[in-house]
């Protein structure tokens, strides 16, 4: 299978696996990645995924040998729903449904209900629960759009990261222009897209581009104890907080403090927070411990 998905409690660890190919992408792999993920965001005994490249490379971008043919990867325009501007203040003012309890309506939408698959596969999806990227080897081109359309990286040693299509005449329509600048700021952003440099984990730690360094061979392994950590967290609250974040982007401030407001409300009206705050009462997380 050039995509499988390997479940180990709460989480799971999405692989594609085409070493042959240094894990490039055409369009039967791009389909299996986003329905792997439409598969995980629908899964509700699912909390965190993980995404690794089988082999020692994480991705190594499209398949240019594929372009002009069959295989190659689709480069339709973001349907109407993926590439809305900023929401009118009807949906900004909405009722915050998406940390209902269970058998309660949704307001958001699964990833499955309204984002189609972009020519890598996921990276037009808005997920509901967050994915670390496990990233060995080069994570280049396309490759570096799959890794920042997660929400973090963990980053072996030896990893390159690096917009290498700049050499091709490939652009960036994967997310690339516009999560990259966010992630590491406009300036930083511009030089791995003007130049199409290799950026090496250290320098990828210290710009942001990297949250976790690991050593060679481990990155799939601390992604996923990473990945099993926050699946422990109470769940309502941290995706409520997490799609603030998100939503941020698109909203004036005062409009994204009444975001924030909205989502946060119905977490503490689900319940969540008063369980939280019990088990505080009752001795757990005391001293800043982490543990139960």
Known sequence: MPVRVEKNGFVSTVILSRPEARNAVDRVHADALAAAFHEFD???GARVAVLWGEGGTFCAGADLKAVATARGNRVAAPAASEARSEPQASEVNREERGCAAPGEARSEPRASEVDGTGP????RMQLSKPVIAAVAGHAVAGG???????????????AIFGVFCRRWGVPLVDGGTVRLPRIVGQGRALDLILTGRPVMAEEA????LADRVAPNGESRAVAEALAAEIAQFPQRCMRADRRSALEQWSLPENAALANEYRHGIAVIASGETREGAARFAAGAGR??????
Do not use: Q, Y
Request: hydrophobic share 45%; net charge negative; with cysteine.
């Open 42 to 44: 629908a899964d509700e």
């Open 120 to 123: 890598m596969g996921p990276t």
């Open 144 to 158: 570096l759009e799959l890794a920042v359309w997660c929400d973090l990286r963990v980053v072996e040693e030896g």
């Open 205 to 208: 730690l210290r710009i942001g």
């Open 287 to 292: 001293h800043g411990s982490f543990g139960a």
